[in-house]
């Protein structure tokens, strides 16, 4: 129960922390917090940053069950914000990350969310029509 806390607990924190940082104007500004998000809430921001689909879902296979859903949608959400920080081919990669891992949550997680189901949309939409499916995600065994 207490990891449960801890949990929700962080989470909040990780989404005001991101209100925060899309709140900045310069975009040095925001690409900073966003490094210094990912090191805080996820990892090593070397790693998840240059890591591809299958590394970022094999390193979540590897956490604990109760943390493995939260932090892909922290992940998910670092990736869809840098997204508009960089310029191709990194934005469309970041943008690929982010899809899977919104797919994941929505096929793993309990809790629909028209805002996850909205940022797949223009994921798809930023990438070109037809361009990515949940079917070009790996698929993770529990």
Known sequence: MLQR????RLIREFFAALQRML????IEDRREAIRDMYEKYVGPYAFYHDATVNEV????GGMEEEQRLPKAEMLAEL???EADTVSNPER????????CLFDFIDKNGRTYSFDRLRKMNDIRKRLGKGEISPSDCPIFIK
């Not at 709140?23 to 310069?26: A, I, Q, R």
Request: glycine share 0%; no cysteine; proline share 0%.
């Open 57 to 60: 879902m094999k390193a979540i």
């Open 92 to 99: 469309d990669f970041l943008l690929e990350k982010a899809f």
């Open 79 to 81: 990736y869809y914000a």
């Open 23 to 26: 709140e900045k104007k310069e």
């Open 5 to 8: 806390d801890y949990i929700m």
